[in-house]
């Protein structure tokens, strides 16, 4: 059974930072590509940032990029978010994310992933 579970959220004024981490259990971590989603109230949820199972590809949704860096440690079986010059829009659940799909590609749509945490809360405060 894959586990995956967020920490690092909190409250943060405009222009702070935040590292989330995304810690992964029950199979080996790194064949598989993972993600950041986030979803404000009354939207839906939107990949942040992807990275391929090597963790030489990435991905950034525009408006977080130059202020977002996802990566990842495979002797700790754990993905990060650093979060950077943060604005009160960045305000959000975030969740993690990782798929059964053992491709060499970066997956952004919500329907490719298979496993999910709980999520957890970002807001900035302007």
């Known amino acids: 059974q894959v586990q995956l579970v967020e920490s690092g959220g909190g409250l943060v004024q405009a222009g702070g930072s935040l590292r989330l981490s995304c810690a992964a259990s029950?199979?080996?971590?790194?064949?598989?590509?993972m993600a950041w989603f986030r979803q404000a109230p009354g939207r839906e949820r939107d990949v942040v940032a992807a990275i391929s199972r090597n963790g030489y590809g990435t991905y950034y949704l525009d408006s977080v990029k130059g202020r977002f860096t996802i990566s990842r440690d495979y002797a700790k079986n754990t993905m990060y978010l650093q979060m950077n010059s943060l604005k009160p829009e960045d305000t959000a659940v975030y969740y993690c994310?990782?798929?059964?799909?053992?491709?060499?590609?970066?997956?952004?749509?919500?329907?490719?992933?298979?496993?999910w945490g709980q999520g957890t809360q970002v807001t900035v405060s302007s």
């Open positions: 994310a990782t798929t059964n799909n053992n491709g060499r590609y970066i997956y952004t749509k919500y329907s490719d992933y298979d496993y």
């Open positions: 029950g199979r080996t971590f790194s064949p598989y590509a």
